[in-house]
């Protein structure tokens, strides 16, 4: 791993308030991660910690208060790793993702786990003694080369494996197929390689914004420069043909093949089924309308 500046931070609580719709607290045991996503929407973060490094070469690490009273959280859903993946490679060595599932023990929370990595296998010992935990793992290519120049991650066939071992030990697998890069991210071929182990598949659109907009264009112009004119009408024009065509493409997709396929809802209130849930998180009152009819 590159160099990384990593320090140790004293916080009052882990617990955060969230506007997710999909969770009512938001659990980071860090500020930054090391995976380094090039495309990340966390990169906001900085304007509120006072880090100038570029994103993915600083992670803080997270020292709070206990938690008083984990049993009062009971019924309600928390989502560990929205700002960051709670189990970047540091975790290894400082296990503050670990801490805090002891520290709530006995709770009966909705957990959900958000990450690119297979370290969440270590702590399958206490994600299991929640009463229906989700582990998610985002995966927007199977293209190993294209994840490399994305993300420091690790492969797409380690979170793979590791989404089929916790599939087969009765745990709520999700894939997360997020960011969705159009005509690059092959949506239906993901779900075709995941769908016999994988209960929930959300789908996110990618969304250019800050900073890093200009970066991701300047990618496309050189190594997908036939992509140009079509990333320029999406991200410069807003044209939404291309989302609207890819919500009526997955739909039929999930028709012919028995999918549950829905927009915008908790996955906490729909039960797993023999196939995969997909949930559209594209966010686009014109889609959602398009899916609804």
């Known amino acids: 791993m590159d160099s990384i500046d990593v320090k140790e931070l004293k916080v009052k609580t882990v617990l955060t308030k969230s506007n997710l719709p999909i969770a009512g607290y ?13 495309y990340c929407y966390a990169r906001f973060m900085k304007r509120f910690t006072g880090h100038t490094e570029p994103w993915g070469t600083f992670l803080d690490v997270k020292y709070w208060e206990p938690i008083k009273n984990p049993y009062r959280y009971d019924g309600k859903t928390m989502i560990i790793g929205s700002v960051t993946d709670a189990y970047n490679p540091m975790e290894a060595e ?7 599932l002891k520290e709530m023990q006995g709770a009966k929370i909705n957990l959900i786990i958000t990450t690119k990595s297979d370290l969440v296998l270590r702590d399958l010992d206490l994600i299991q003694t929640f009463p229906s935990p989700m582990i998610s793992w985002s995966i927007n290519t199977l293209d190993e080369n294209f994840k490399n ?3 420091k991650a690790v492969s797409i066939e380690r979170r793979i494996a590791a989404m089929k071992e916790c599939h087969e030990r009765g745990i709520r697998t999700t894939c ?3 960011p969705i890069f159009p005509e690059i991210t092959d949506v239906i071929g993901i779900i075709e390689r995941i769908k016999d182990f994988c209960d929930y598949i959300w789908l996110e659109n990618l969304n250019l914004r800050g900073d890093f907009k200009a970066e991701i264009m300047e990618y496309i112009r050189q190594k997908y420069p036939s992509l140009l004119p079509l990333y320029s009408e999406i991200y410069n024009e807003r044209d939404l043909s291309y989302w609207k065509a890819l919500d009526r493409s ?8 028995g ?9 906490f209130l729909m039960n797993p089924t023999d196939k995969p849930i997909i949930i559209n998180y594209f966010y686009h009152s014109e889609i959602k ?3 609804k009819r």
Not at 94 to 100: E, I, L, N
Not at 259 to 267: A, L, N, R, T
Request: charged share 20%.
């Open 259 to 267: 999918f549950m396929y829905v927009i915008d809802k908790e996955p």
């Open 149 to 151: 120049d994305m993300d």
């Open 176 to 178: 997360f197929i997020s």
């Open 94 to 100: 400082f296990c503050r993702t670990r801490a805090f």
């Open 289 to 291: 309308q398009s899916a």
């Open 26 to 38: 938001s659990i980071n045991p860090y500020v930054g991660c090391t995976h380094a996503c090039r």
């Open 250 to 257: 997955v739909s039929e997709y999930a028709g012919k093949n």
